[in-house]
């Protein structure tokens, strides 16, 4: 059964630092492009950054470029997200989603989602 | 950046066909993605390729492609398919995945 668990969602001040973790199981994590998406409350869905199954080629959204690091280690398994001088409006639930190997545009799993506030 | 347009709600009885539209420049040749979202949950694919399933998925959802509008149809909807459906596309001029802002579907 493939399963995404994020953790390290909480409460952070304004221009603190976070680090979300993703543990993936059930499938072979090195061959699968790995995204985080993100909702803010009552908000719809936004996606936050792209990374290749080898770490080679990343992508990030323009509302979190030079704030947000994503990275990954296969050997573990995970997927990590390093996110610095947060603001108010990164509130919102986190998830770790996957797009299938060969070419796949789609988000086909997902986790379960971790919530990260920022707030003084 | 490629814009997604979605109608805010949606409303249907329960047994009949509910169409869930995603608007877009040219939106016919790109892959249209659906993703159904209940309250506390995370996303689940329900459509991908435009008209493919996968696996789990009821025959009761599908999906089409064509001009500037592509559609999420739900035949003989039921209580349990009350949820926000949102539509994606890649972006290949940006290289990035694009969500549209969501359908709520109430099931009267």
């Known amino acids: 059964e493939v399963q995404l668990v994020e953790s390290g969602g909480g409460l952070v001040q304004p221009g603190g630092s976070l680090r979300l973790s993703c543990a993936a199981s059930?499938?072979?994590?090195?061959?699968?492009?790995m995204n985080w998406v993100r909702q803010a409350p009552g908000k719809g869905l936004e996606w936050v950054s792209y990374?290749?199954?080898?770490?080679?080629?990343?992508y990030y959204a323009d509302s979190v470029k030079g704030r947000f690091t994503i990275s990954r280690d296969n050997a573990k398994n995970s997927l990590y997200l390093q996110m610095n001088s947060l603001r108010a409006e990164d509130t919102a639930v986190y998830y770790c989603?996957?797009?299938?190997?060969?070419?796949?545009?789609?988000?086909?799993?997902w986790g379960q989602g971790t919530l990260v506030t920022v707030s003084s | 950046s490629y814009v997604l347009t979605q109608p805010p709600s949606v409303s249907v009885a329960p047994g009949q066909t509910a169409r869930i539209t995603c608007g877009g420049n040219?939106?016919?040749?790109?892959?249209v993605h659906w993703y159904q979202q209940k309250p506390g949950q995370a996303p689940v694919l329900v459509v991908y390729?435009?008209?493919d399933r996968p696996s789990g998925i009821p025959e009761r959802f599908s999906g089409s492609n064509s001009g500037n509008t592509a559609t999420l149809t739900i035949s003989r909807v039921e209580a349990g398919d009350e949820a926000d459906y949102y539509c994606?596309?890649?972006?290949?001029?940006?290289?990035?995945?694009?969500f549209g802002g969501g359908t709520k579907l109430t099931v009267l």
């Open positions: 989603a996957s797009i299938p190997a060969a070419a796949g545009t789609y988000f086909d799993y």
């Open positions: 059930g499938f072979t994590f090195s061959s699968y492009e």
């Open positions: 990374i290749s199954s080898s770490g080679s080629t990343i």
């Open positions: 040219n939106i016919g040749s790109k892959s």
């Open positions: 390729d435009d008209s």
């Open positions: 994606q596309v890649w972006d290949s001029s940006s290289d990035y995945p694009i």
